[in-house]
């Protein structure tokens, strides 16, 4: 059993050679800059000051690299699909993501985040089709589910089953079944 509470930040970084030493197993969290990426993690953890979050899109740049319960990382890459201050995030993103897929044998599984409330757009399509080639597992984590009308949902729902995606969860950081569920799945992949 893996204790998500003993998580702590180790380093952030731009490449997969400057990864923490002593490698463990990897699951990356990867979406777009407004899905809610920071408030999961903290609420996987059940720490709410462990990754920061802000009300502005693109501030994580870097992999950062979270060791749980020293047995397997987060590792929080930026978020894609948006640029500031006429920096193209989506070049260093695409960049940062190719580095750190090619050959990472660490990478156990992706959890892509989308917020279920926004429409999903061809970045996030891309993301999807990345993994499929690259045959490296993901699920799609559909965040802020407790916000959803059962319409949204069944939206939602179609979308994933049209992208023929294998796995999704239904997440909310409000609801902690569904931390719970997310929690199990990590630890039957791990």
Do not use: W
Not at 86 to 94: E, R, V
Not at 134 to 157: G, H, M, R, Y
Request: charged share 30%; hydrophobic share 35%; net charge positive.
């Amino acid at each position: 059993m893996i204790n998500f509470r003993n998580t702590k930040f180790i380093k952030s970084t731009k490449t997969l050679e400057d990864a923490p030493k002593g490698r463990l197993p990897e699951i990356l969290i990867v979406g777009r800059s407004n899905a809610g990426k920071s408030s999961l993690i903290n609420a996987l953890v059940d720490n709410k000051n462990l990754a920061f979050t802000s009300s502005k899109p693109g501030h994580t740049r870097l992999l950062n690299y979270y060791s749980v319960d020293e047995k397997f990382y987060l590792v929080d890459a930026p978020g894609y699909g948006y640029a500031k201050g006429g920096i193209d995030l989506d070049a260093l993103f695409g960049e940062m993501m190719s580095n750190y897929l090619d050959n990472n044998l660490y990478l156990k599984c992706a959890l892509l985040l989308m917020d279920s409330r926004r429409e999903f757009n061809d970045n996030d399509i891309q993301m999807i089709d990345v993994f499929k080639e690259d045959k490296t597992p993901f699920i799609v984590i559909l965040t802020k589910a407790d916000k959803l009308n059962q319409k949204e949902k069944s939206k939602a729902i179609k979308f994933i089953e049209s992208q023929d995606i294998k796995k999704y969860l239904f997440t909310s950081i409000s609801d902690s079944k569904s931390i719970i569920r997310l929690r199990k799945e990590i630890e039957e992949l791990l």
